[in-house]
């Protein structure tokens, strides 16, 4: 992995930001760019082995890239790619766009005292932010976040929205009090803790007003059914919740493959303990329940974290 890193308001900016970096840079090849604002308490870089760094001098502008961009004649990454988000900054300030890629930037402009974040349109390069005492710490990794400093405390509604889904909804993260900036975003941080966030692009689809329901369904059944027969082999599981997603699956399996085993995991007592093993036995598949020792989250708190990345 790789990360963008920056640091605000502190009193030794490059030492914070390389003790950041430290879990980033984790082979031979990774490396670590930094570049220090004189007198103000910031230093921005990257770590691992695909960014860049510039500055322009006469604004005293500073940039950091993590990632790449994509143009007409192929990517454009390392210091060239800092460039040319010093360049747009320099020209759309806080409404700039970088286009195609797969980037995390920031843009520290000393003559607002403002830290600028640009996310890539899928957040493929996540951007965290969060403050550690009077300093604001910028990382593309929580290993980094914890790293410098900030002590670990578990957010438990995104972990609630975890154990339902299987994944975090929206901004919400693994620890409390930090701060993922959005896909296609542009986030201003002020230094007197100011934010301004511009959108830039969201993902959205139109319904197609030229098919019926049957036919949507039977397009479904063929993809999803197409999906599980590339996935299934004699070590494949179902994770059975309950919910309309597994169920779709288990009715599946229980046609292709009736010997697959289903696990279920919850609280004891829980609604989807108790549906994932009322699913099985409707289907016809083998289950076992898990469930979850009181204290499980805070246990394994910072081995999640890291594995999670």
Not at 58 to 65: I, K, M
Not at 71 to 99: F, H, I, K
Not at 282 to 308: K, Y
């Amino acid at each position: 992995m790789a990360a963008l890193l920056g640091v605000s308001g502190a009193t030794d900016p490059e030492a914070l930001l390389r003790r950041a970096a430290a879990p980033v840079l984790r082979r031979p090849w990774h490396r670590l760019e930094t570049i220090v604002e004189a007198g103000t308490g910031t230093a921005l870089g990257y770590a691992g082995f695909a960014g860049g760094v510039a500055v322009d001098q006469p604004s005293g502008l500073v940039a950091a890239l993590e990632g790449e961009l994509y143009s007409v004649d192929g990517p454009v990454s390392g210091t060239q790619a800092a460039l040319v988000l010093l360049d747009r900054y320099a020209v759309d300030g806080d409404a700039l766009e970088l286009g195609e890629g797969v980037y995390a930037g920031a843009v520290w402009d000393p003559r607002r005292r403002a830290l600028v974040l640009v996310t890539d349109r899928h957040g493929r390069r996540p951007i965290y932010v969060v403050r550690r005492g009077t300093a604001l710490v910028v990382a593309g990794e929580l290993k980094a976040v914890l790293a410098a400093g900030f002590e670990p405390r578990i957010d438990v509604e995104a972990w609630a929205q975890f154990l339902a889904y299987e994944h975090f909804l929206g901004e919400y993260v693994p620890l409390e009090s930090v701060q993922l900036v959005p896909p296609g975003a542009n986030l201003v941080l002020h230094a007197d803790g100011r934010q301004e966030l511009r959108r830039r692009w969201r993902y959205r689809l139109e319904p197609a007003s030229n098919a019926d329901e049957q036919t949507f369904l039977d397009s479904f059944d063929l993809a999803l059914r197409s999906a599980v027969r590339r996935r299934l082999d004699t070590h494949t599981a179902l994770a059975l919740s309950g919910g309309i997603d597994s169920r779709c699956l288990a009715a599946v399996i229980a046609s292709e493959a009736p010997a697959t085993p289903s696990l279920t995991y919850g609280v004891p007592g829980s609604a989807d303990l108790e549906l994932g093993a009322r699913i099985a036995a409707r289907a016809g598949l083998q289950h076992h329940s898990l469930p979850l020792t009181p204290g499980f989250l805070s246990r394994g708190v910072a081995q999640t974290v890291w594995l999670s990345e």
